[in-house]
């Protein structure tokens, strides 16, 4: 028996280059199915929902569905809000009012997880729904998943910035940090060095919340790789952690900011920057020492977006509808690479998925801990999508000294 009813679709968690792709992908395949009478778009994630704070999806014309998609950010408008049980229950109580059978919530951990709750309510309602999580994340850090959609696009931003600081920091000399978004999982911070090219290309060192963060080794790595360039360009996850697994920003701010989901705020600051950088000049004495926080800037950047990326996040949201009307049961669209390069989808029970945390693996890193593999690399590459820029070197031979030899 087809379970006939409207769709209703929401965004939570921070924004991506590529959740509109999603949203796009859910709406389009969703129109061809009878079963669904009507496409509704919660404003502002769970918020909305319990506010009743619908649009009507099913009137957006074709063009600027297109256009919407291929906007970054959340076009639905998105929540920090963490569902407990009793929120959930007035989640539900919204749902089954508007007769609402098919329930698609794009984002990353935080998000599966209230899908599972909800789902779980609707059970024990014996109302028939289908809730269906659609991945999200630019911190890569879903279970079961390859990859997540908005992950590619963030990495891409990443490694062409440090492309150019690496040419940037070249050109004068000096030390470089830049700060990178990644609480507990490193990929974000890793795939800074998607674009080296030439051996000697930065960033030189990368520290990751997977591994320990010890002061005196960073001066003397910071020192070895100064000493043999006159350069050194360095990627830092803002997750770093010491030997206990204390966040390093957590001994500079007297005042911790938290947000709905218990999190500590990392990425308002510029304190992590600030204490790598005192800590090189008065370590090594080296004046030209500077730092960037890239903060929200790689999660949306205009014109630096993964084609990749965006032809994977409209799928999930494609698969979504399908799996949602044809598999008959709740679940966590999931990413798996097939191939050289390729991938599938396959319904993963939302218990698998759902406030779990992926790290990197250890093959990613190497054996110091302070930068990454070939594996990571070949990980990434074709992430990252087409068309990358180009960066190249003179070429010239150097012609021979006559007053100063």
């Known amino acids: 028996m087809e379970l006939i009813g409207k769709a209703l679709i929401a965004q ?29 778009g919660a404003l502002r994630g769970v918020e909305g929902i319990v506010n009743e704070d619908f649009i009507d999806l099913t009137q ?39 007769d609402i059978r098919y329930f698609f919530y794009i984002g990353g951990n935080d998000s599966s ?28 850090d879903l279970v079961v998943n390859d990859h997540t959609p908005g992950f590619s696009s963030a990495a891409r931003f990443v490694s062409q910035a440090f492309a150019g600081i690496n040419l940037d920091m070249n050109a004068l000399s000096g030390v470089y940090m830049g700060i990178i978004m990644g609480r507990n ?17 930065g960033p030189h060192l990368i520290y990751l919340p997977e591994r320990p963060f010890i002061m005196k080794n960073f ?8 000493d043999q360039y006159g350069v050194c360009v360095v990627a830092v996850s803002e997750g770093i952690k010491d030997a206990s697994g204390t966040p390093i920003i957590l001994s500079l701010l007297k005042d911790v900011e938290k947000d709905a989901h218990g999190n500590i705020t990392m990425s308002g600051t510029g304190a992590l920057g600030d204490l790598l950088t005192d ?36 799928e999930v949201g494609e698969k979504a509808v399908q799996f949602a009307l044809s598999a008959n049961c709740n679940g966590s669209v999931t990413i798996h690479r097939v191939g050289d390069y390729a991938v599938e989808y396959r319904m993963t029970p939302l218990a698998e998925v759902a406030g779990k945390t992926k790290y990197m693996p250890d093959e990613f890193i ?26 190249a070197r003179l070429r010239a031979p150097k012609i021979p000294k006559i007053l100063n030899k």
Not at 219 to 226: G, S
């Open 12 to 40: 939570g968690g921070g924004p991506t280059a590529v959740i509109n792709q999603s949203m796009a992908g859910i709406i389009a395949e969703a129109r061809k199915h009878k079963q669904i009478s009507k496409i509704y």
């Open 60 to 98: 957006e014309t074709a063009f600027n569905l297109d256009q919407v998609a291929q906007t970054p950010s959340s076009a639905l408008l998105s929540t920090r809000v963490k569902p407990d049980a009793n929120y959930c229950k007035e989640i539900f109580k919204v749902l089954k009012a508007h």
């Open 113 to 140: 997880d209230t899908v599972h709750i909800v789902s779980e309510e609707a059970k024990l309602d014996n109302y028939e729904f289908r809730a269906i999580h659609v991945p999200k994340t630019i911190d890569n």
């Open 185 to 201: 999982a490193g990929f974000l911070t890793a795939a800074a060095a998607g674009a080296q090219k030439f051996p000697e290309d």
């Open 219 to 226: 001066i003397a790595d910071v020192k070895k790789v100064y």
């Open 279 to 314: 800590a090189v000049k008065k370590g090594l004495g080296i004046s030209r020492v500077r730092s960037d926080t890239f903060g929200y800037i790689q999660r949306c950047f205009l014109g630096c977006v993964s084609d990749v990326d965006q032809q994977e996040a409209w």
């Open 366 to 391: 190497n054996a110091e801990g302070n930068h990454i593999t070939d594996a990571f690399k070949n990980y990434l590459r074709p992430l990252l999508g087409s068309n990358r820029p180009p960066v």
